[in-house]
Structure formats: structure tokens, C-alpha cells
């Protein structure tokens, strides 16, 4: 079944900076990618996603990238702001039509 | 308006009692679920239904059984509950299992067992 990793746990960046977080998938035949963000003591709720017949896709600040070759997915945010603090998660739809998730990203925004 | 409720918000009690927790949501859509979010963070998936149907039941206790009376409501009932079971439960729902259609969560329910 599909297996999806991402890295890292934490991740500590300066304000303005950008920050990038990574995630692998096993199942090739895995079509949808969500990014999900949950700030502290909220519920995840989806920022962005990307689909296999694209290789990026951007929303202002946030953007997300595709590799289907290499089956990796990265989200990338630029100039972080301190509401951008929360934890990041990936998930891949797979040939089951079952959502994998990540382990999930905290992300630090220092001032 | 809320789009998906869940009840209640906080939920304390005790080794060995009985609890649920309900969930609704308003948005039309036909797949309910219910995740298990624990100290780490981790999301997993514990059930899914669809039209009220039961379409995924991972690795859970058979002292979890979800009840879906209709296509807007997923109820989650929990026996004999043990102190493993403290985490932070969430509904979600969203339209159909085959297409991409972002999952909407509820804002949770953390239960602790004592």
C-alpha cells in the first residue's frame, strides 16, 4: 500500500525567510496531492493541492511542487510570517482512492 | 454556520465508562470520517462511510463503532473506555471517495480518559 514520508519534524526559520517542507510517495499510481495546516488547538484545513497532471501550482505566498519520477512532492512558503506558524501536513490519494498522510511538519517561525 | 459540528468540545471521564461523540455536517456532501489525532500529532484514519455506508475500518477496537443514521450526521460511540484511547478525535466529510475533494475537518473533540 502507499507510504508517504515527510520531512522534516520541525522546521525553525527566520521571519521573511522562506521554508520548505518535503514529502515522498511509494504508490506511482497516486493522482492527488492536499496540504493541509493545523494551527495550534484548531483543525487541519487544506491550503493548497496539486494534482498528477501538474508539476506546480502557486496561491501568493504558497506554492507546491511535483516530481512524479522521482515521487516527491514539496510545499514551499515564501516570505514566512509568524501566522504561519502551525503544523504542516501531506497526504497522497492512492490507486485505492484512500488519503495517506504524513507525520506532519512543525513549522517555527522565529521573530 | 459551522459546517462540521462536533460534540462536544471537551469530553473528561473515566476508565471503563461508556461516551460518544456526534458529528454533522451541512455541506451536502456524501463521505463522512473520523480520525484519531494523538499526542504526536499523527492523523490516522479510523473510519469512513459513504451514503451511510461503511467504506473503511481500520485497525480500531471493536469498542468503537461509528453509526451514520444518514448521509449528514457520523456518530462515534466508544465502550469501556481506557486510558489509550485520550487524544483529540475530528470528523471530517467531503464529496465522494474517488474524486479529489478536500476533506473539511469539524474542530474537534479531545477526550480524556482518568
Known amino acids: 500500500g502507499e507510504n508517504v514520508e515527510q520531512h522534516p519534524s520541525t522546521l525553525s526559520v527566520q521571519e521573511g525567510d522562506s521554508a520548505v517542507i518535503k514529502c515522498t510517495y511509494s504508490?506511482?499510481?497516486?493522482?492527488?496531492f492536499p496540504w493541509y495546516k493545523q494551527e495550534l488547538g484548531k483543525r487541519p484545513q487544506l491550503i493548497i493541492d496539486i494534482r498528477s497532471n501538474v508539476g506546480e501550482k502557486k496561491d501568493q505566498r504558497i506554492a507546491v511542487t511535483l516530481n512524479k519520477t522521482a515521487k516527491h512532492f514539496s510545499l514551499h512558503i515564501t516570505e514566512t510570517q509568524p501566522e504561519d506558524s502551525a503544523v504542516y501536513f501531506c497526504a497522497a490519494k492512492d490507486s485505492n482512492y484512500q488519503l495517506i498522510w504524513g507525520a506532519g511538519t512543525k513549522l517555527i517561525i522565529k521573530p | 454556520d459551522t459546517a462540521v459540528s462536533q460534540t462536544p468540545k471537551y469530553l473528561v471521564t473515566q476508565m471503563g465508562n461508556d461516551k460518544s461523540i456526534k458529528c454533522e455536517q451541512n455541506l451536502g456532501h456524501d463521505t463522512m470520517y473520523w480520525y484519531k489525532q494523538d499526542s504526536k500529532k499523527f492523523l490516522k484514519i479510523m473510519f469512513s462511510?459513504?451514503?451511510?455506508?461503511?467504506?473503511i475500518n481500520e485497525t480500531v477496537p471493536n469498542r468503537f463503532s461509528p453509526k451514520s443514521p444518514d448521509k449528514a450526521h457520523l456518530n462515534l460511540h466508544i465502550n469501556s473506555l481506557e486510558l489509550g484511547d485520550s487524544a483529540v478525535y475530528f470528523c471530517?466529510?467531503?464529496?465522494?471517495?474517488?474524486?479529489?475533494?478536500?476533506?473539511?475537518f469539524g474542530n474537534g473533540t479531545r477526550l480524556t480518559v482518568t
Open positions: 504508490d506511482s499510481a497516486s493522482n492527488y
Open positions: 462511510y459513504n451514503n451511510k455506508e461503511l467504506i
Open positions: 471530517a466529510s467531503s464529496q465522494g471517495t474517488m474524486v479529489n475533494s478536500p476533506l473539511h
